[in-house]
């Protein structure tokens, strides 16, 4: 997919999830808007899928650890067809499919059950290191969340990891700076993000996490790279991006927009056709 089809569908994206938990009165939309690229780019021009046929055994696997992330996520695969755009409507109802948390048992194209933070990382690492014994030639892909880093499992995985050379996995880390009740604190930050994964021995890229002309280079240049041993992509995001008084507020880490913030979100979005 070109860039210019790729940012309008990012941006129809954000203006769905926003309608989605605004129906739904739940769901963590800041996080949701800063991964929107994130998705996008993996599912509309690096993964190998086929939203037909989702239990395809070759297609490259995806797990979202920061599961809270959800709407996001449901939203992208709605976009790339593995469901129809209306089944939204019942996100986080009761008996939905599509719960607030990935359920790979209800959701077509949910490669694994996330919400747990960590375990999503440990997860994904287990399926590269089960296709590398099986001779399988996908490659697994996880999105973490920065504040999700601070769990010492994720660095439990990475460790392992990289003594062990695993291939054929990305580990690729949502730095939107913020988390539940604030921003990230010094240490935590995008760039002592970089120098820990780097002192993990893992082979580490930075690259802006909005703009498709450098984060689809850098994705490509991840699983590439990813064929001789695990790699970790740093893409540095905004949390909220897209709505100007959600953008960097932790306050929006879990709040559904009401009516009125929702109309004043779809403005600020329909400004960017």
Same mark, same amino acid.
């Given at each position: 997919m070109e860039i210019v089809q790729l940012e309008k569908v990012a941006n129809e994206m954000r203006k769905t999830l926003l309608r989605m938990t605004n129906r739904a009165g739940a769901g963590h939309v800041g996080g949701s808007l800063s991964e929107i690229e994130i998705l996008a780019a993996l599912y509309f021009c690096i993964m190998k899928v086929?939203?037909?046929?989702? %239990?395809?055994?070759?297609?490259? !696997?995806?797990?979202?650890?920061?599961? $809270?992330?959800?709407?996001? =996520? =449901?939203?992208?695969?709605?976009? !790339?067809? #593995?469901?129809?755009?209306?089944?939204?409507?019942?996100?986080?109802?009761?008996?939905?499919? *599509? %719960?607030? $948390?990935?359920? @790979?048992?209800?959701?077509?194209?949910?490669? #694994?059950?996330?919400?747990? *933070?960590? %375990?999503?990382?440990?997860?994904?690492?287990? @399926?590269a290191i089960a296709a590398g014994k099986l001779k399988k030639g996908f490659t697994v892909f996880t999105l973490v969340g920065d504040g999700e880093a601070q769990e010492g499992q994720v660095w439990e995985a990475l460790m392992f990891a990289a003594a062990n050379a695993v291939k054929k996995i990305v580990f690729i880390f949502d730095a939107n700076n913020v988390q539940l009740a604030g921003t990230n604190t010094a240490g935590t930050d995008a760039d002592s993000l970089i120098r820990k994964l780097k002192g993990f021995d893992i082979t580490t890229l930075d690259t802006d996490g909005h703009d498709f002309n450098k984060l689809v280079p850098a994705l490509e240049e991840a699983a590439e790279k990813s064929k001789a041993g695990p790699v970790?992509?740093?893409? !540095?995001?905004?949390?909220? !991006?897209? /709505?100007?008084? @959600? +953008?960097?507020?932790?306050?929006? $880490?879990? /709040?559904?927009? &009401? &009516? +009125? +913030?929702l109309e004043k979100a779809l403005g600020e979005l329909e400004g960017n056709k």
């Open positions: 086929d939203p037909l046929n989702p %239990q395809w055994p070759d297609r490259d !696997r995806f797990i979202l650890s920061k599961g $809270h992330s959800s709407p996001g =996520y =449901y939203t992208t695969l709605a976009y !790339r067809g #593995y469901f129809p755009l209306n089944l939204l409507d019942n996100f986080d109802n009761v008996g939905s499919p *599509l %719960q607030s $948390h990935p359920d @790979m048992h209800k959701c077509p194209g949910v490669d #694994y059950s996330t919400g747990s *933070l960590g %375990q999503g990382v440990s997860v994904a690492l287990g @399926m970790a992509l740093v893409a !540095r995001t905004v949390k909220g !991006r897209g /709505v100007s008084f @959600m +953008e960097g507020n932790y306050k929006w $880490h879990g /709040v559904a927009p &009401n &009516n +009125e +913030e």
